[in-house]
C-alpha cells in the first residue's frame, strides 16, 4: 500500500485515500496458477462492492493478477474502476515499441501480457513486451527485506538495456524505481503515479 499511498499524497492530497486488504487474495490467486477461478473472481468482486457500500467515489486495483475480475467490478459497479497499469502502458508506449517488464509475481504476467497487447491494439501500436519475473524477489518483500527486494530487481534491469522504456510491474515493485533507474539509460515507468492521475482525472471530470 506504501507506493500508493505515497503517488496520492503527491499528486492529490485533498483525496480521502481509504486502503482495503485482503492479503489472502494473492495467496489464493497464487495457487491458482495462470487462469483465475470463477470462485476467486467474485470474491474479488464481492470486494469491490463493499468498497462502493461504503460510499467509495472509484476504485483503484492495486494488483495485476485480477485482470478478468478487474473487468466484471468495472461491469457491475457504478462508478470508475481503474486497472492498475492501463496508464503507466500508455506512457511505455509513447517511449517506444520495444518495451521489457520486470514482475516479481508470476501469476501476474499473463494476464498483463494480454493487457498490453490488447492496449497496443487499440492505440494501433506496433509495441511489444518482453518480461522477466524476479525470482525471490516477492519472498523478500513479503518478509520486510525491501533492499534485497530492490536489490534483486535492479540486477536483471541492465537486461533491458537494449529496450525502448521499462516498466516495473507492479505497484509493489515500484520500491526498486531509484535502484533501477541507476542501473540503466532507459526510460523506467512505475504504475501508482500514473494510475492515481488516471484516477483524478476520471473523478473530477465524471
Known amino acids: 500500500m506504501e507506493p500508493v499511498a505515497t503517488a496520492m499524497r503527491v499528486l492529490w492530497p485533498e483525496a480521502e485515500a481509504v486502503n482495503l486488504l485482503d492479503d489472502g487474495l494473492t495467496l489464493d490467486r497464487a495457487k491458482e496458477g495462470e487462469t483465475i477461478s470463477e470462485t476467486l473472481t467474485e470474491r474479488f468482486v464481492d470486494f469491490g462492492r463493499y468498497a462502493y457500500r461504503i460510499g467509495a467515489d472509484g476504485i483503484l486495483v ?3 493478477a485480477f485482470g478478468p475480475a ?5 461491469q457491475v459497479l457504478p462508478i470508475p474502476v481503474v486497472r492498475p497499469n492501463e496508464a503507466m502502458f500508455r506512457d511505455a508506449i509513447t517511449a517506444g515499441s520495444r518495451i521489457g517488464m520486470l514482475a516479481t509475481f508470476g501469476p501476474a504476467v ?3 501480457a494480454e493487457e498490453f497487447d490488447s492496449f497496443a491494439a487499440e492505440t494501433c501500436s506496433t509495441a511489444t513486451l518482453t518480461t522477466i519475473v524476479v525470482d525471490d524477489a516477492i519472498d523478500l518483500l513479503r518478509a520486510g527485506d525491501v533492499a534485497s527486494h530492490n536489490r534483486l530487481v535492479a540486477a536483471r534491469a541492465p537486461e533491458f538495456a537494449g529496450c525502448d522504456a521499462i516498466m516495473l510491474a507492479h505497484f509493489s515493485t515500484s520500491r526498486a524505481a531509484e535502484m533501477v533507474r541507476a542501473a540503466v539509460s532507459v526510460p523506467v515507468f512505475t504504475a501508482p503515479e500514473a494510475a492515481v492521475s488516471r484516477m483524478k482525472h476520471l473523478i473530477e471530470h465524471a
Request: overall charge neutral; glycine content about 0%; hydrophobic content about 35%.
Open 110 to 112: 499473463s494476464t498483463m
Open 62 to 64: 492495486t494488483c495485476s
Open 70 to 74: 478487474i473487468d466484471r467490478m468495472a
